[in-house]
C-alpha cells in the first residue's frame, strides 16, 4: 500500500568538492547509508553535468549524481540539511519528481 504522505524526489549530489576534488565511493556511500535510515532507500543514476551562475554571479560547472528518494517532504527537507553538512556545499538542488507512485508486489504464498 503507498502511503499517500510520501512522494519521490530527486536530490541532486556533487560528484567532487567545492576545490574540485572527486569525493571517494567510500564517502558517497556513508552518505547513502544515512538517507537510507532516513527513507528506507534510494535509487542513485547516472553522473550528470551541471552549469549555473549563483547569487554572488560565480559561474560553476559541476558533475552531480542525481538520487531519487521516496519519502515524506518533512524527511526530504532533513536530507536536504544534512547533504549540504556532509558535503560542505553553497546549496543543494531538490525536486519533486512525482506525487503519484505506484508500487506493486508479490503476493506471499
Known amino acids: 500500500m503507498i502511503s499517500k504522505n510520501k512522494l519521490l524526489w530527486e536530490i541532486l549530489v556533487p560528484k567532487c568538492s567545492n576545490s574540485g ?7 558517497h556511500k556513508k552518505w547513502d547509508m544515512e538517507v537510507e535510515k532516513v527513507s528506507g532507500g534510494l535509487t542513485i543514476l547516472r553522473t550528470a ?5 549563483n547569487p554572488d554571479k560565480k559561474f560553476f560547472v559541476e558533475e552531480m549524481i542525481p538520487v531519487r528518494i521516496y519519502c ?13 553538512k556532509y558535503y560542505n556545499q553553497e546549496s543543494v538542488f531538490c525536486y519533486l519528481v ?7 508486489r508479490r503476493k506471499k504464498k
Open 21 to 27: 576534488e572527486k569525493f571517494d565511493v567510500t564517502f
Open 49 to 53: 553535468k551541471g552549469r549555473w551562475i
Open 72 to 84: 515524506q517532504e518533512k524527511d526530504i527537507e532533513k536530507i536536504m540539511k544534512f547533504t549540504l
Open 98 to 104: 512525482s506525487e503519484k507512485v505506484k508500487i506493486f
